[in-house]
């Protein structure tokens, strides 16, 4: 795996319209841009990069967590990823969906539901807004969420950008409830 940069975001929200979160809300997005190995042309054949989500997604979870700090359980997730413009969009499927979730759900302790994602083929500085749900169960309110990032100088036309979204404590403020 080629990584050319790592990029660590922390938001911690402690309050909004001026009253104080319950707890405070916290998500890490940890990004990689990598090289991307079959940008240029059409392959079939899409394991390599299945392979590097693996790989990828062990640094990006490692970086998270430790992001976040000891003492923060995680208790949401999301992934995404934006693929230069000589790749396309299959690429970004092939690193976050076959092998990606593996490693993430090591690093945090589990992880019944999917990590949601998003992905897109865009030129350097696109920003990647990903979905962020409970990793344990997609259908808690409190934490369906989502979080933004960019980087301004990737991707690269033969790079891919991959993200990993790891969160705690749910929106600062959250009271929607499910239907009864």
């Known amino acids: 795996?080629?990584?050319?940069?790592?990029?660590?975001?922390?938001?911690?929200?402690?309050?909004?319209?001026g009253r104080p979160a319950r707890q405070p809300s916290v998500k890490v997005?940890?990004?990689a841009v990598?090289?991307?190995p079959l940008a240029g042309g059409y392959f079939e054949d899409l394991s390599e990069l299945e392979a590097l989500g693996a790989e990828v997604g062990a640094v990006l979870a490692e970086r998270a967590v430790a992001a976040l700090?000891?003492?923060?359980?995680v208790t949401a997730y999301g992934k995404g990823g934006i693929v230069g413009l000589?790749?396309?969009?299959?690429?970004?499927?092939?690193?976050?969906?076959?092998?990606?979730?593996?490693?993430?759900?090591?690093?945090?302790?589990?992880?019944?539901?999917?990590i949601p994602s998003t992905k897109k083929?865009?030129?350097?500085?696109?920003?990647?807004?990903?979905p962020v749900v409970n990793k344990d169960d997609i259908w808690a309110f409190d934490e369906m969420d989502a979080a933004e990032i960019a980087i301004p100088d990737a991707p690269r036309p033969d790079e891919v950008v991959?993200?990993?979204?790891?969160?705690?404590?749910g929106r600062p403020l959250a009271r929607t409830k499910k239907p009864s």
Not at 162 to 169: H, R
């Open 69 to 73: 700090g000891p003492d923060v359980g």
């Open 121 to 130: 083929v865009a030129a350097a500085g696109a920003s990647l807004t990903m």
């Open 1 to 17: 795996m080629e990584i050319r940069k790592l990029v660590v975001q922390v938001e911690e929200t402690y309050a909004e319209v």
């Open 162 to 169: 991959v993200y990993l979204v790891l969160a705690a404590g």
């Open 34 to 36: 990598v090289g991307n």
């Open 86 to 114: 000589d790749g396309e969009l299959e690429h970004a499927a092939a690193i976050l969906h076959p092998r990606f979730g593996a490693p993430v759900r090591a690093a945090v302790g589990g992880g019944a539901a999917i």
């Open 29 to 31: 997005v940890a990004a």
